[in-house]
């Protein structure tokens, strides 16, 4: 039985939300998968720089002294550091 309303079909309609909701909760579920690798990461970069990850910024500054390649920097409240742990430039290059 088609589903009706004011007398027109929505059975394309019905496919239609039927795709986005797969799509929208295959897209969640990759960004679980991903926030999943994301924290493997930060954690193996933790371990190499001796440093809990919880507090690690990662920077989008080229650093060659980084194992990342890029800057990073040590958000921790007590210890927060503005410039980079291996080049010493700050996140904004001031
Ligand atoms: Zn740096």
Redo the contacts with the bound molecule.
Sequence with gaps: MAALWNGQSVHQLRLSEARLKRLTDAVAELLEVRDEAHGVYKAEIGRLVGRDPGVLEL?H?P?T??PIRL??YDMSTDERDEE?L??G?PDERK
């Design positions: 920077g500054w650093c002294g980084s800057c990073m980079c291996f080049c430039q």
